[in-house]
């Protein structure tokens, strides 16, 4: 399994930024995807959560109604659209399969 992360980067406030996590190594569309984030200093947190189908998808509290998970299973990648950016968004944004991690893609929310 391979799974590998891009899009990040240095934003500001109220901006945008997609990230994309190509996949490889197992059959993509028959899976739920997700995203996390790792502030500095916290925890790991799940982000959003997509099924299968992508016909359904769970946010956390804290990105609800600003992010957007979405994927594509032609090209087994799973994408994540990140509108009216906060400074407290500022993680590393990690693309998770059962127990497999992406390297992560930095994005930074800052003036």
């Known amino acids: 399994v391979q799974l590998v992360e891009s899009g990040g980067g240095l934003v500001q406030p109220g901006g945008s930024l997609r990230l994309s996590c190509a996949t490889s190594g197992f059959t993509f569309s028959n899976y739920d995807m997700s995203w996390y984030r790792q502030g500095p200093g916290k925890e790991r947190e799940l982000v959003a959560i997509i099924n299968a189908a992508g016909r359904s998808s769970h946010y956390a509290n804290s990105v609800e109604g600003r992010f957007t998970i979405s994927r594509d299973n032609a090209k087994n990648t799973v994408y994540l659209q990140m509108n009216s950016l906060k400074p407290e968004d500022t993680a590393v944004y990690y693309c998770?399969?059962?127990?497999?991690w992406g390297q992560g893609t930095q994005v930074t929310v800052s003036s």
């Open positions: 998770n399969f059962q127990s497999s």
